[in-house]
Nanobody, 125 residues
Framework: VQLQAFGGGSVQAGDSLRLSCVLSGNTLSNYNMGWFRQAPGKERAFVAAHVTYSGDSTHFADSVKGRFAISRDDAKNTVYLQMNSLKPEDTAVYYC??????????????????WGQGTLVTVSS
């Protein structure tokens, strides 16, 4: 399984950006999907998850609730992260990840099996 994330870039505060992550080598519907980010000098942190094991639910970090949305298109094997009202503190490398398990620990990167290479988002004030 390989994940490829793209769509990052440099934007102004208040702008929107949509990240995409394409999964190859298997079917997206077999995985719960998550987005994490690593800001300069900080640990990688949970951003959002779409859990489809025994149901369908989305989850967000408090810092992005109401501004970010996660969605997926299983036909395209692609998961998206729509980011609105971007702030300078959203500046980070964003990673997508796939979890082949139950998704119970969607905010814990240790439970994800596959990772994309990361895409840089820079938000200037």
């Amino acid at each position: 399984v390989q994940l490829q994330a793209f769509g990052g870039g440099s934007v102004q505060a208040g702008d929107s950006l949509r990240l995409s992550c394409v999964l190859s080598g298997n079917t997206l519907s077999n995985y719960n999907m998550g987005w994490f980010r690593q800001a300069p000098g900080k640990e990688r942190a949970f951003v959002a998850a779409h859990v489809t094991y025994s149901g369908d639910s989305t989850h967000f970090a408090d810092s992005v609730k109401g501004r970010f949305a996660i969605s997926r298109d299983d036909a395209k094997n692609t998961v998206y992260l729509q980011m609105n009202s971007l702030k300078p503190e959203d500046t980070a490398v964003y990673y997508c990840a796939a979890d082949a398990g139950t998704g119970s620990y969607y905010d814990n990167q240790k439970f994800y099996d596959y990772w994309g290479q990361g895409t840089l988002v820079t938000v200037s004030s």
